[in-house]
């Protein structure tokens, strides 16, 4: 089955600064890459997505990048703000909606004011 | 946009009590709903899939005669913990898909069994 590797696991970055997370993935089928971020006790908001046949997407202040070779894909937070703190995961599926995701283990982002 | 409904949204109950978790899709159709399981401080693992009108698929390890799942129209699922005891306390989220992606998540209910 797919393995999703997530790194950092916690991210400290000063207020107005640029956060980047990255993120690996195994299985070679897996095309559609969303990135979610929660708060405690709360579900996770999809953020971000990207699928295989694009290699950057960029939403504002967010932008996700996708290597299909190297299996690796990355979130990258420009201009932080203070309510960009939050617990970050990646996952990866297959498109079609009916697989369930597979997730990172999640990169705690802390934005210093 | 697509609204997923989940209940209770918090339980706390006595261990061996079995305990009922409702996820409804309110404006759309799901052909497909998913469950997951967080523990504290960790990710969501996919728990088991389940499609309208047949036996949900489980992942390796979730135990399919403790963790019950229906899914009898489109716009219902239910998973049902049974005897639940205290390494059962999770927080517990659906989501649903119309066969296209997104998933759509619902609130999560946090089970906590004494």
Redesign the interface.
């Known amino acids: 089955g797919e393995n999703v590797e997530q790194h950092p696991s916690t991210l400290s970055v000063q207020e107005g600064d640029s956060a980047v997370i990255k993120c690996t993935y195994s299985d070679s089928a897996s095309n559609y890459f969303p990135w979610y971020k929660q708060e405690l006790g709360k579900r996770p908001q999809l953020i971000i997505d990207i699928r295989s046949n694009v290699g950057e997407k960029k939403d504002q202040r967010i932008a996700v990048t996708l290597n299909k070779t190297a299996k690796h894909f990355s979130l990258h937070i420009t201009e932080t703000q203070p309510e960009d703190s939050a617990v970050y995961f990646c996952a990866a599926s297959r498109v079609g909606g009916a697989d369930g995701l597979t997730f990172g283990k999640g990169t705690h982002l802390i934005i210093q004011p | 946009g697509a609204v997923v409904s989940q209940h209770p949204s918090r339980v706390i109950c006595k261990s061996g009590t079995s305990v009922k978790i409702e996820c409804r899709s309110l404006d759309f159709q799901a ?2 709903m ?1 469950w ?1 399981r967080q523990f504290p401080k ?5 728990m088991a ?1 389940s ?1 309208e009108g047949s036996k949900a698929t489980y ?2 390890g979730v135990e399919k005669d403790k963790f019950l799942i229906n899914h009898a129209s489109l716009t219902l699922s239910t998973l049902t913990v049974t005897s639940a005891h205290p390494e059962d306390s999770s ?1 517990y ?1 659906c ?1 649903a ?7 759509h ?4 209910t ?1 089970l906590s069994i004494l």
């Open positions: 052909t497909t998913f997951y960790q990710s969501l693992m996919l899939t499609n992942e390796q927080f989220i989501s898909s119309e066969g296209v992606l997104p998933q998540f619902g609130d999560g946090r």
